[in-house]
């Protein structure tokens, strides 16, 4: 298996929803990542998760609350959302360490609308 | 902190040659990676260079020069499937990927 799966596809909720977005891989890779990426911009890091802990936090607002139950999966929790936080949510793993051709594979993304 | 720069757009002809440049400023760099993204889509990996030089993988060839800080990707035997955004990413030491701010390409006929 070389992919990794992100639920659902498409989400829409209002600002007083509570919502999860989910992300599955079984490639064996430690490191997961959240990215959020705006229209016509590039991924820009939310979180890093290795081994399962959180490593890295981009200062993201507390209205996003990651959650790593496994090494297979990757879940973000969304309450209180605005409109501007609108965008592709994408979800990567790698190895801990990055070497050679590995690189990063990421999911097809979670289409949010804020409403 | 790390800095990348890439052009916003490029329009390139079906059957051309199109190179995408990228430079980028960073320490402790640790690889250069150049991502393809079809419109509402993954990043799908293209290359990664670590070394100076020429990585060829068939129609798409990277190449490095860690002295200056350059990369680019060369398209050949342009199709029109190949219009999307090319994103070039760089790794400082073990720290997550930094992704410049993405090329569109458009393959005209």
């Known amino acids: 298996d070389t992919e990794v799966t992100q639920t659902p596809k498409h989400l829409v909720m209002g600002m007083t929803n509570k919502k999860s977005l989910k992300c599955e891989q079984h490639?064996?890779?430690?490191?997961m990542y959240w990215y959020k990426q705006k229209a016509k911009k590039p991924p820009e890091l939310m979180f890093v998760?290795?081994?399962?802990?959180?490593?890295i936090n981009e200062s993201v607002p507390s209205r996003f609350s990651p959650e790593c139950p496994n090494s297979s999966l990757l879940n973000l929790h969304l309450h209180a959302l605005q409109p501007e936080d609108s965008a592709l949510y994408l979800c990567?793993?790698?190895?801990?360490?990055?070497?050679?051709?590995?690189?990063?594979?990421f999911g097809s993304g979670t289409r949010l609308t804020v409403v | 902190g790390q800095n990348i720069d890439q052009p916003t757009e490029m329009t390139a002809t079906e059957g051309a040659i199109v190179q995408i440049n990228c430079t980028y400023q960073t320490s402790g760099f640790n690889g250069l990676f150049w991502y393809q993204q079809h419109a509402g889509e993954a990043p799908t990996f293209l290359s990664y260079?670590?070394?100076?030089g020429l990585e060829e993988k068939g129609r798409f060839s990277s190449f490095l020069s860690r002295s200056k800080g350059y990369s680019y990707l060369l398209l050949k035997e342009l199709q029109m499937k190949d219009s999307a955004s090319y994103l070039c990413?760089?790794?400082?030491?073990?720290?997550?990927?930094?992704f410049g701010k993405g090329t569109r390409l458009s393959v005209i006929a």
């Open positions: 260079n670590v070394l100076d």
């Open positions: 998760y290795s081994y399962e802990k959180l490593s």
């Open positions: 490639m064996g890779h430690r490191a």
């Open positions: 990413a760089a790794r400082s030491g073990n720290t997550p990927l930094v």
């Open positions: 990567a793993s790698s190895q801990v360490r990055v070497t050679g051709v590995e690189g990063y594979t």
